[in-house]
T-cell receptor, first 113, second 116 residues
């Protein structure tokens, strides 16, 4: 069945440093891997996504890498800023006969000024 | 568009009472999802609809939970009777389809439910 493991659960970095969050999925049929950012009191918001036919995608300070063989995907944030502090969720979607987005357990990122 | 609109933002109710959460998806989106968020279990998919039809309700915890989508612009999640363990933040999200490919899910602000 679908399952996404996310690590670490909390991450504290100094402003300007990089942050890396990793996820592992179990279903080899998964083909879509989005990352969501959730700020306090708000709903999750998509920040970047990657499809299974791509190994890496970058958007300014954030990047995502995907290793389909190992069933790993990671979020990389460079030059972190205090406004990056939030909870980040990875997710996977299995497009078989249904459309079901399954989320990881979340990582609370704190960027210390 | 104002985004996905949920109401109420906060709900406090007594155990045993009926609770109805409401959602207005983004116009033109044909997928609608209900999620529940708790510290212990994270973001759980409860049910989702495609073109107003329930497709997968395997995440609905018990018969006390029911969801409807009478038209493309409105959905409800009902809990009857409510219990303290139902306390959580409930999110509604909507998504368009794009030639069969997965696309972004847009979340509402959530409804924080407290059952005392």
């Amino acid at each position: 069945g679908e399952n996404v493991e996310q690590h670490p659960s909390t991450l504290s970095v100094q402003e300007g440093d990089s942050a890396v969050i990793k996820c592992t999925y179990s279903d080899s049929a998964s083909n879509y891997f989005p990352w969501y950012k959730q700020e306090l009191g708000k709903g999750p918001q998509l920040i970047i996504d990657i499809r299974s036919n791509v190994g890496e995608k970058k958007d300014q300070r954030i990047a995502v890498t995907l290793n389909k063989t190992a069933k790993h995907f990671s979020l990389h944030i460079t030059e972190t800023q205090p406004e990056d502090s939030a909870v980040y969720f990875c997710a996977e979607d299995v497009r078989d006969s249904s459309y079901k987005l399954i989320f990881g357990s979340g990582t609370r990122l704190l960027v210390r000024p | 568009d104002a985004g996905v609109i949920q109401s109420p933002r906060h709900e406090v109710t007594e155990m045993g009472q009926e609770v109805t959460l409401r959602c207005k998806p983004i116009s033109g989106h044909d997928y609608l999802f209900w999620y529940r968020q708790t510290m212990m279990r994270g973001l759980e998919l409860l049910i989702y609809f495609n073109n107003n039809v329930p497709i997968d309700d395997s995440g609905m915890p018990e018969d006390r939970f029911s969801a409807k989508m009478p038209n493309a612009s409105f959905s409800t999640l009902k809990i009857q009777p409510s219990e303290p363990r139902d306390s959580a933040v409930y999110f509604c999200a909507s998504s368009p389809t794009n030639r069969g490919y997965n696309t972004e899910a847009f979340f509402g602000q959530g409804t924080r439910l407290t059952v005392v």
